[in-house]
């Protein structure tokens, strides 16, 4: 199979089902930065992290996948089987939230994205992510999408969050508080 087949070279590309839309479509849009989240996971699983954060991120990968199937296809046209995201992969994100926020002191002051390479790739993961989320959320006003993609597109930027947090916090890097000037 070629890797290009010209079929994009007019600014339109098909959804799964056959339609065809333009590139900037928000169908387009949205699993294009699913995609684009999912590079950035790829990206911190390749840092040195535990190897517990890189089988959790590979799961996530998956589940991104997933989704970007789901936003990939029209949902009137497609007969094509889109694996299910499920109930329990929100809940598998919660409790890697709540596992992670154990070890974390409480947060009393917003903090600045930083402290150590991995971390900081999670803030920009998690960026993304709301960006993907908020592109899902527009999408859903005008098309189908199930819920459970938006709430775990939601969980996703928290734990991203935590885990940033976490990563900083096994290498007994502290938070970087934000102080308003006053």
């Known amino acids: 199979m070629k890797i290009y087949t010209k079929t994009g070279d007019k600014g339109y590309t098909s959804l799964i089902g056959g339609v065809r839309v333009p590139k900037y479509h928000l169908r387009i849009e949205a699993y294009g930065t699913v995609d684009e989240l999912n590079s950035h996971l790829g990206l911190i699983r390749d840092h040195d992290i535990a190897e517990s954060y890189r089988e959790i991120l590979k799961e996530i990968q998956d589940r991104l996948f997933t989704i970007g199937a789901a936003l990939a296809s029209d949902p009137e046209k497609s007969q094509m089987k889109i694996p299910d995201l499920l109930q329990e992969d929100i809940q598998m994100l919660e409790k890697e ?5 154990n070890f974390l002191p409480e947060l009393k002051h917003f903090i600045l994205p930083g402290g150590m390479i991995s971390a900081s790739s999670c803030h920009i993961a998690r960026c993304i992510c709301r960006r993907a989320e908020r ?17 775990y597109l939601n969980r996703l930027s928290d734990y991203l969050f935590v885990l940033a947090r976490k990563l900083c916090y096994d290498d007994g890097i502290d938070d970087i508080l934000w102080i308003p000037r006053t």
């Open 135 to 151: 592109i899902t959320v527009h999408l859903s006003e005008e098309s189908f999408v199930d819920e459970k993609v938006i709430i």
């Open 97 to 101: 939230i709540d596992r992670m926020s």
